[in-house]
Structures are given as structure tokens and as C-alpha cells.
């Protein structure tokens, strides 16, 4: 792995990813995105890669990345949060590429990898079943040996950006237990649906296998791992972004309570909308804390704690800091808040799907207990 | 989990230290080589040495196990006064002994017995001697060492710099802070204790309530009213009090969970030289922002008193002697409990990272303080669901009527050392940049504004 970036290059890259993204997904490109119902937009992607390099900043050397980890990704996934980047990045430079590194198979690594890191391609990991956690002894999805490959059917009901991804990482059982599996994301056997999303900035897709043509990743039953590693991962990555969109509405509250003007002083001079905006500050502060330390854990900086108790606590704090923000932020804001046009409830939404895409907080609490081993 | 330091609590109301300290950085000012080794790794090892040869290193694990030893979860001390007194001896010794090393005073100026380094050597030293079972010394460091002799630094006659400093930073002499009143808490520009001068001689008259350590200073610091006729900010004078002086009376106050943790002072014509007055006359207001700012940063300091009975094992210990291990509400409670407690400890390891990289202290001591209250609180009330009606009445179980204490303790973590309303005051003003409240208080002659009455609530 490449050596961790000083503070100083991490405020640059922070700036740099700051200044496209202001550029490039303001709240009028967002709110345009929305209203067509578009997943995201192309040519924004393809600059991210090509301009600011962004999707291979976390992937190995010798498959075109540039070897750098979470630390130096927080910084980016912080700023993509804050700017409620409708973007295919979540599902495919942490979930699946993740699960690729994870596997430890050289082949698919060396088929796949280049192709994310260049933002040619996009990718998802689809592991949950039943109640939509990612527990692996709900999965009913069944692979196959069939001459020379693997047919995989089932049924992954939730799957981020599933519809549009080009490759799609599958949890499937064989007689050996949960395994991985690539599969096309056009190819017959599979049918993708695009469902209608709380969070109208990140799509989801119901994927049906019918016997999908699939190539195994890694060892056959050797799953379990990558998707604890990788939820553990996606946790600490999620937690960033939560702490970014929590950090937009404490900007925009903030903004807000000191221009907007009744009974003939600005609102902010009140208590109580200042003291809203000093929870809200608090909140964000340990958040931050919290993502940072995960972060480093996933790096194995030297005093960090075990990765699995950091990110189930980032998770936790940073989903309701950030569930807490973008409540209070509507209120802060009154009646336009409400509106449509305002992006307040996109961030409300954003908010609340974080919170209950790996499980919700009944089962984020419990998976904290069990990494403490209580 | 991170507490304040040792069982000392400055209960002034007033929170502006963590937002305005940021000139605490003070070199040598002389011309002799500095008596202290000059890199880091120099003071790092010699600051081992010390220890090494003169503590123990505390050991691994939590002190208090879940079902053994004293059944006692306290927050504020409840020693007999013997055992107190005990305990600053221990503390005067080991201040002693330390500045002898040159860690006394790590910040001072040489020509007063510091070591003339910096804060992060400060920093650093503290989270070293940490490792070690030493002496807690908070009834030396935290007022009187971390706040007022700061404050007689910048603001004291040469005379008055001389007699003190020294000898506080040798343990010799303990201060206390008489700055809030009945009627001044979180408004602490509201003092109403009267200063009256006459010749080189002050007579002062009042009382000043929440200070902690009274009963064993020798030395206060009081702010006084000497103009009524000016605004409220601009008629204050801040005195250096013996408190062994005739007129001086410390009683102690018992508050509601049982111990008397801090006093009530009054002051009865008590005559104070005119040498003993920090700053200029009516200009004590500046000279006290000088003691707030001094205040020091909570984050990472100490060894809580506390700390061990919230650690998760206790916690766990808990859960399970009450059968409620598999109880799924109490395991989300525990969970969520832990969450915050463990994020809290985050914030505070990256503040203590940063300030050792050389930037200057953030806004985290403040939010750090916030959670601080609002973890313990969430404890106690955790431990109060799960003990049940065995908190009603002591049962004499091991680890159940035993929170009461803590139960009783926590409303003041929400109070002290700055009410959590002005806190987050200071924090939307200062950080977020809201308005003040407008206000015409600053600018009306104290004489003229209206004011609660002695005897009422003061924070």
C-alpha cells in the first residue's frame, strides 16, 4: 500500500474534489438529476476519473490504482456526501471493488479492477436477501456448476445502482456455502428492475437470476469474509459521506438562522435556534471523530482501534448525527424547508436510507455488540 | 472514557476557555541556556526517567471489577476530612517533587522556577505521567496552577508575581477562585461583592458561592465590584484574597447528592493591601477573561474517577447480574451508551494528536465537555433502568443502590465549569458565527439594571 498522505495534501485533495464538485453537482445539477430521474451523470463520472483521478485513489498499483485507503478516501467520500453527488461511487470503488481486493483472486482483480479505476466501469455488490440486512443466513440465492462456469438464481431485492452497473458481485450458496460470483450486468438470466427509492440521489435495483451465466471469485465458500470486510468497509465509507451531508446542513442551518430575519433580528440571535445549531455543530464534530478513526482502523494506521468495533461505531454515530442534522436543518429553515425545490428533504432522505441500507439501527447495534463479543 | 481532571471542578458557568485560548504557547524568556532538554524526544526520555524512578506505572486493566471491592460509584469525592487532608499532603508532595525535575511548570518563565517550554511539552508530559499512579494533584493544578497563576503572570505587581508563583508551582501555596455569587452565575459580570478603597488598604464585602477547594487555599482570587456606576463590565476589580485573613468564612455547601464538594465564602470587611490587586482599578473583567482562558482543556487529561465502573466490562457485569444480558432494549441502550462513549474518546484522541502536531486547540473541548455530560447522564440513567426498584431502597446487593450516587451527580456535569446553555451559546457565536442576543446590559451602569436577589438560583 502506498504510504498514508500528510494533513497538508489531504486539505488539497479535500479542496480539489471540493471545487469539481461545486463546479459539477451544485444544487441546480442535482435537482436536474432528480426531476429526470437520471441515475447520474456520465460525463461527471468519466471527469472524476479522468481529471481528479478519484475512482482509483483507493485501488492497488498493479491494477491501476494508486494505492491509497480510506484515510485519503474519507476526504473524498466526505465532500461527494456534502455535495449529495448522485453517483454509482459507493457501489462500485467500495462495495465491489472492495469485495474483488478482499477475494484475493489475481484474475478477477486483474480483469475488473483497471476498468473501475479508470471509470469504465461500474460495479455493485449484491448480498442482502430477506429483511434487507446483509446477514449471509438469509441468503437463498443458489449457485450452480454448469460445463466450464456457474449459473446463479435467486433473487437480491435491494441492490444499489443494480440496474445500471456493468458488473454485479453476487452472494451466492453452493454446496461448499456462501460463495462470490461475477456476473454481467446485461447478459441473459438476468432481469434488473429499477425500484422507486426513498433517496431520489441513489438508485436501487430488484436483480432476478434465472440461471445467469456467473464466473466464481476466489475460493468457493469463502465469502463469509469478504462480506463482513466489506461491510465493515462500506460502514466506514458511509459513515464519511453521512458526515459530509451532516456537515451540509449544519452550512446551510448556520447560513440560514444568520440572514433570514423575523420579529426584526436575524433568527440565529435566538436561543433557540442557536442552541439547534450548537447540537447540530456537536453532532457533526463527533461524527467526524468517529468516521476518521474508522477510516484509519481500515488502513491499520498504528494507533488505530480494531477496525469492526470503529466502523459499527462510526456507522451508529454518524447515521444519526447525520439523521439528527437534516431533521433539525428542515426545521431551522420553517416552511421552505418543506418545499420541493429546497434540498433540504434531499438530504432528509439521504439521511434516513444511509441509516437503514446495511440493516437500520436494530441491527447496527446488534452487530456492535457482537464485534465487541458481547 | 475522558473525564475532568482529578475531583476538582471550577464551578464558574462560564465556558470561554476552549475558544479564546490560543496564545498559551510561551518560550523562554531568558538569556541562560534552557534547563530542560530542546527536542522532543530529548524531553520525552527524561521525562521518562523521572517517572520511571519515581512512580509506579499503573497497571493494565480496569480497578474495579464487576462484584468485588468497594461497592461505590462516585463522581465527586465523599473523603472525611482527614483522608482529604491526607490527599493534599500526597498532592503537595508530588507537585513538589516534580517541579524539582523541571515538570512542575512546564509553560513559566524561568525566572519564576518554569521550565520555559510549550504547551504540547506540556501536553505531552501529561499524557506520560498518566501512565503512572501518581498523586492526583487537582487541587493544586487545575485553579490554582492552570488558571490563576496565569492570571497573576500576566496581570500581577512584580511584588505579587515574587510571593506567590513560586511557591504555588512548588505546592507550597494552593489558590482558589472566589468569582461567582447568588446572583452571579452564568452572568458572571453580575458580581455584586463590594471592594471599597481606603489608602493602600481594600475592604471587601460579599459572598461568593461554588468554590471549590476554599477549604484548603491560602490564597483566592475574587472579583469585586468597585464602580456601580459603570457599566457592568467596567466596574470590576480582581484581588488576590488571603484566605486566612480576619472576615474571611469558607463553609462548606452540601449539595444534593450528599457531599460537600464545594463552599460558600463570605467575606466581612476583609482588608486586602492595595499590591495584591491584579490589573488596573474597574479593569478586573480582562483580568478574569485572562483566568477562563486558562481554563483548562478537558480533552484527555486525568484518570477518571469514574472511568473504570463505565467501562464496557462493568457495564456487561451489570447487564448480566441483573439477567438482562439478552434483553434486546437493553442491548441497544448498552450499544448506543457505548457508541457515544467511544466516539467521545475519538474526538478527544484527535484533539490530543493535533495539539502534539503544534496546531492550536479547536472547538472539541467544548463539544468534548457537552458529551462528556450527556454519556454520564445517559449512563446513569442506563444503570438506573436496568437496577430497577433495587435503586429505590439499598436491598444491600452489590452494584445496585450504589448508582444512586452517580444518579445524583450528573445534573451538576451539565452545570459546571460553564452551563451547557452558554457553552452552545459560545459555540453558535464564536464558531457559526449567529448573532448575539441583543442585549442593552453593556452599556447601562450596573446600578440600574435589574437583578435576581441574594439567595437565588446562580447558574
Redesign the interface.
Known amino acids: 500500500m502506498t504510504e498514508p498522505i500528510g494533513q497538508q495534501e489531504l486539505d488539497e485533495l479535500r479542496h480539489g474534489v471540493h471545487d469539481f464538485l461545486t463546479a459539477k453537482s451544485g444544487h441546480d445539477q442535482v435537482q436536474r438529476l432528480v426531476d429526470t430521474d437520471a441515475p447520474y451523470d456520465p460525463a461527471v463520472w468519466a471527469q472524476m476519473a479522468e481529471q481528479l483521478g478519484l475512482q482509483g485513489l483507493g485501488l492497488p498499483t498493479e491494477h491501476g490504482g494508486d494505492g491509497y485507503g480510506l484515510p485519503e478516501l474519507r476526504v473524498v467520500l466526505e465532500e461527494m456526501g456534502r455535495a449529495l453527488l448522485p453517483s454509482a461511487f459507493l457501489s462500485t470503488v467500495v462495495m465491489a471493488a472492495s469485495a474483488l481486493v478482499r477475494s484475493g483472486d489475481e484474475a478477477a482483480q486483474a480483469a475488473h479492477l483497471p476498468g473501475i479505476a479508470a471509470g469504465k466501469t461500474t460495479a455493485t455488490f449484491a448480498v442482502a436477501e430477506g429483511y434487507g440486512s446483509w446477514a449471509i443466513e438469509e441468503i437463498e440465492t443458489t449457485a450452480r456448476r454448469v460445463d466450464g462456469g456457474w449459473a446463479v438464481t435467486g433473487e437480491k431485492p435491494l441492490v444499489v445502482d443494480g440496474a445500471t452497473a456493468d458488473l454485479v458481485l453476487v452472494v451466492a450458496r453452493t454446496p461448499a456455502g456462501p460463495s462470490l460470483f461475477a456476473i454481467p450486468g446485461e447478459t441473459g438470466g438476468l432481469t434488473r428492475t429499477p425500484l422507486r427509492t426513498l433517496d431520489l440521489t441513489r438508485k436501487m435495483a430488484r436483480l432476478v437470476f434465472t440461471g445467469a451465466p456467473a464466473t466464481l471469485v476466489g475460493r468457493e465458500g469463502g465469502a463469509q469474509d469478504v462480506v463482513d470486510h466489506v461491510l465493515d468497509l462500506t460502514a466506514t465509507a458511509l459513515a464519511a459521506e453521512q458526515v459530509g451531508g451532516a456537515r451540509a446542513c449544519l452550512e446551510a442551518s448556520a447560513a440560514y438562522a444568520r440572514d433570514r430575519r423575523q420579529f426584526g433580528r436575524a433568527i440565529g440571535s435566538f436561543q433557540a435556534i442557536k442552541h439547534k445549531c450548537a447540537d447540530m455543530f456537536a453532532r457533526v464534530q463527533l461524527a467526524q471523530a468517529a468516521a476518521a478513526e474508522a477510516a484509519n482502523a481500515a488502513a491499520g494506521l498504528p494507533d488505530a482501534p480494531p477496525l469492526g468495533v470503529a466502523a459499527a461505531v462510526a456507522h451508529s454515530v454518524c447515521s444519526e448525527a447525520f439523521m439528527f442534522t437534516a431533521a433539525e436543518n428542515i426545521q431551522v429553515h420553517g416552511g421552505i424547508g418543506f418545499t420541493w425545490e429546497h434540498p433540504a428533504h434531499l438530504y432528509y432522505r439521504r439521511a434516513k436510507s444511509s441509516q437503514l441500507l446495511l440493516g437500520g439501527p436494530t441491527v447496527y447495534h446488534e452487530r456492535l455488540l457482537q464485534r465487541l463479543g458481547v | 472514557m475522558t473525564a475532568m481532571t482529578g475531583n476538582v471542578h471550577p464551578l464558574t458557568p462560564v465556558g470561554y476557555k476552549q475558544l479564546e485560548d490560543s496564545h498559551r504557547t510561551r518560550t523562554a524568556g531568558g538569556v541562560e541556556a534552557p534547563p530542560m532538554p530542546s527536542t522532543m524526544d530529548d524531553f520525552v526520555r527524561s521525562a521518562r526517567e523521572f517517572l520511571d524512578a519515581n512512580a509506579e506505572l499503573r497497571g493494565g486493566g480496569p480497578e474495579i471489577e464487576w462484584g468485588s471491592g468497594a461497592d461505590r460509584i462516585a463522581y465527586f469525592s465523599a473523603d472525611p476530612p482527614e483522608v482529604a487532608a491526607e490527599k493534599v499532603r500526597a498532592a503537595r508532595a508530588w507537585q513538589r517533587q516534580r517541579h524539582e525535575a523541571g515538570f512542575g511548570w512546564i509553560t513559566g518563565p524561568e525566572e519564576f522556577g518554569g521550565a520555559g517550554l510549550t504547551t504540547v511539552h506540556e501536553i505531552v508530559y501529561a499524557a506520560l505521567e498518566a501512565e503512572y499512579a501518581v498523586p492526583d494533584t487537582g487541587v493544586l493544578s487545575v485553579i490554582g496552577l492552570g488558571m490563576i497563576g496565569p492570571t497573576i503572570l500576566a496581570h500581577g505587581n512584580p511584588e505579587t508575581r515574587e510571593r506567590y508563583l513560586p511557591s504555588m508551582y512548588r505546592g507550597e501555596t494552593i489558590a482558589c477562585q472566589l468569582f461567582s455569587e447568588p446572583g452571579a452565575g452564568s452572568d458572571l459580570a453580575g458580581v455584586e461583592t463590594r471592594a471599597e478603597r481606603d489608602g493602600d488598604t481594600w475592604l471587601l464585602n460579599g459572598q461568593k458561592v461554588w468554590t471549590s477547594i476554599a477549604q484548603h487555599a491560602d490564597i483566592g482570587m475574587a472579583l469585586c465590584r468597585t464602580d456601580p456606576n459603570k457599566p457592568k463590565h467596567k466596574g470590576i476589580t480582581a484581588f488576590l484574597v488571603d484566605m486566612k485573613a480576619p472576615g474571611v468564612d469558607v463553609r462548606p455547601l452540601r449539595q444534593m447528592s450528599g457531599g460537600a464538594e464545594f463552599n460558600e465564602v463570605f467575606l466581612s470587611d476583609v482588608a486586602v493591601p492595595d499590591s495584591h490587586r491584579l490589573g488596573a482599578v474597574d479593569d478586573g473583567w480582562r483580568v478574569a477573561l485572562t483566568t477562563l482562558m486558562n481554563e483548562r482543556a478537558t480533552v484527555g487529561g486525568g484518570h477518571s474517577p469514574v472511568a473504570d465502573a463505565l467501562s ?1 466490562p462493568f457495564l ?1 457485569g451489570l447487564l448480566k447480574a441483573n439477567g438482562r ?1 439478552q434483553d ?1 432494549a437493553a ?2 441502550a ?3 451508551l ?3 462513549q ?3 474518546e ?2 478527544n ?2 484533539a490530543q494528536r493535533r495539539l502534539r ?1 503544534g496546531e492550536q486547540p479547536g ?2 473541548a467544548s ?1 468534548s465537555k ?2 462528556y455530560a450527556q454519556n454520564l447522564t445517559r449512563c446513569a440513567h442506563f444503570a438506573a433502568d436496568v437496577v430497577g426498584p433495587r435503586l429505590v431502597a439499598d436491598t444491600g446487593a452489590w452494584g445496585a443502590f450504589s448508582w444512586s450516587e452517580l444518579l445524583l451527580s450528573v445534573p451538576a456535569l451539565r452545570i459546571l465549569g460553564g452551563t451547557e ?1 452558554i ?3 459560545i ?3 464564536r ?8 442585549g442593552g446590559d453593556s452599556s447601562t451602569p450596573f446600578r440600574e439594571l435589574r437583578r435576581s436577589g441574594t439567595g437565588g438560583g446562580t447558574a
Open positions: 464496557l456487561v444480558l434486546t442491548r441497544r448498552l450499544a448506543e457505548y457508541s457515544l467511544t466516539a467521545t475519538y474526538l484522541r484527535q502536531a472547538p472539541e463539544v457537552l458529551m446553555e457553552m452552545k451559546n459555540l453558535a457565536e464558531v457559526l458565527g449567529l448573532p448575539k442576543e441583543p
